[in-house]
């Protein structure tokens, strides 16, 4: 069966610091699909980042990156220079199975302090 | 300017009343999905639809439906057998290609209390 595991329920970073939030994943499939997503407050689920199983290259877009390390089923996410704004919910997940739909991991609450 | 709205933010509803929530999605994304959200939880796959007048059911379907008439919208009704109805609503969608649903958009999703 298809998991994600998220083990930080919580994490603090000062501002302008740099945080990574750990992702394992658990799948069969020879191809899938990693994302990852930000929950304010609001609840809305903002898309940040993909990585696809077969990308040779880490995915980047601005301050996020994925340290994608296929042999030990991780996908952790990077922010780099954090900001107050970053503060939120961050959900890890994963597409796979014949319909490609996503499974979510439960979370970590970022807190980035000033 | 393009996106998925969900109507209404909050929603009251009693106990043994069907409550129907809107989505509607202007991307011309072919997949549109509707998940649950309860407090301190990741998200659940309810109904998931890739084409018109065609739905899957997710990982927690019971007590609930879905319609598909139009490629824009994909409304869900609450039945009065879903057991524990309140929580945090999200409709989704993305674009499909080679049968595979790219990252998904969300809407700003609908808070349900049934009391």
């Known amino acids: 069966a298809q998991k994600i595991t998220q083990t930080q329920p919580g994490m603090f970073v000062q501002e302008k610091e740099a945080v990574t939030l750990d992702c394992t994943y658990d799948?069969?499939?020879?191809?899938?699909?990693l994302f990852w997503y930000k929950q304010p407050s609001s609840g809305e689920m903002i898309f940040l980042i993909y990585?696809?199983?077969?990308?040779?290259q880490n995915a980047t877009e601005g301050r996020y990156s994925l340290n994608f390390q296929k042999a030990r089923k991780s996908a952790n996410l990077v922010i780099s220079a954090s900001q107050l704004g970053d503060s939120a919910m961050y959900f890890c997940?994963?597409?796979?199975?014949?319909?490609?739909?996503?499974?979510f991991g439960k979370g970590t609450k970022l807190s980035v302090k000033p | 300017d393009g996106g998925i709205t969900q109507s209404p933010k909050y929603l009251f509803r009693k106990e043994g009343q069907n409550v129907t929530l809107s989505c509607e999605q202007n991307?011309?994304?072919?997949?549109m999905y509707w998940y649950r959200q309860d407090p301190g939880q990741g998200l659940r796959l309810i109904y998931y639809?890739?084409?018109?007048?065609?739905?899957q059911k997710g990982d927690i379907a019971e007590g609930y439906s879905v319609s598909r008439e139009k490629k824009e919208s994909f409304p869900l009704t609450v039945t009065s057998a879903q057991k524990n109805p309140t929580a945090f609503y999200l409709c989704?969608?993305?674009?499909?290609?080679?049968?595979?649903?790219?990252?998904?958009?969300f809407g700003p999703g609908t808070r349900l209390t049934v009391t």
């Open positions: 989704a969608s993305s674009i499909v290609a080679g049968g595979y649903s790219y990252e998904q958009y």
């Open positions: 799948t069969s499939d020879q191809s899938y699909g």
């Open positions: 991307l011309n994304h072919d997949a």
């Open positions: 639809s890739q084409i018109v007048n065609d739905f």
């Open positions: 997940a994963m597409r796979g199975g014949s319909q490609g739909n996503l499974i």
């Open positions: 990585q696809g199983s077969y990308d040779q």
